[in-house]
């Protein structure tokens, strides 16, 4: 019997979750000021909903923090050149290490 030839492709895709945070909390932020420019005219419900947004405004800014550090390592880890184009490979491969 014949053997049949195979052949395995991959597909790698890399999300930076970074900048899903940062789009986050740009929204956030921005919503929060279209509540404040209401003034006085702002309801309780608008007021409540200002405090929500702004503190989800901070915690997706931390998130993107840490997000960012993280796939900063990682980059450096997984040899993404990308993140560290023109960068001494040796300082690269320092951060790479665990």
């Given at each position: 019997?014949?053997?049949?030839?195979?052949?395995?492709?991959?597909?790698?895709?890399?999300?930076?979750?970074?900048?899903?945070?940062?789009?986050?909390?740009?929204v956030f932020?921005?919503?929060?000021?279209?509540?404040?420019?209401?003034?006085e005219a702002?309801?309780?419900?608008?007021?409540?909903?200002?405090r929500s947004?702004?503190?989800?405004?901070?915690?997706?800014?931390?998130?993107?923090?840490?997000?960012?550090?993280?796939?900063?390592?990682?980059?450096?880890?997984?040899?993404?050149?990308?993140?560290?184009?023109?960068?001494?490979?040796?300082?690269?491969?320092?951060?790479?290490?665990?």
């Open positions: 019997m014949a053997e049949e030839a195979h052949e395995e492709v991959v597909f790698a895709t890399k999300t930076h979750l970074s900048i899903l945070y940062l789009e986050s909390a740009l932020a921005h919503e929060c000021r279209e509540i404040e420019d209401l003034g702002a309801s309780d419900a608008d007021q409540s909903r200002h947004l702004a503190l989800a405004t901070v915690i997706v800014s931390v998130g993107m923090l840490e997000s960012g550090i993280n796939e900063f390592f990682r980059d450096a880890l997984d040899g993404f050149s990308g993140t560290f184009a023109g960068h001494d490979p040796r300082v690269v491969a320092a951060l790479a290490e665990e």
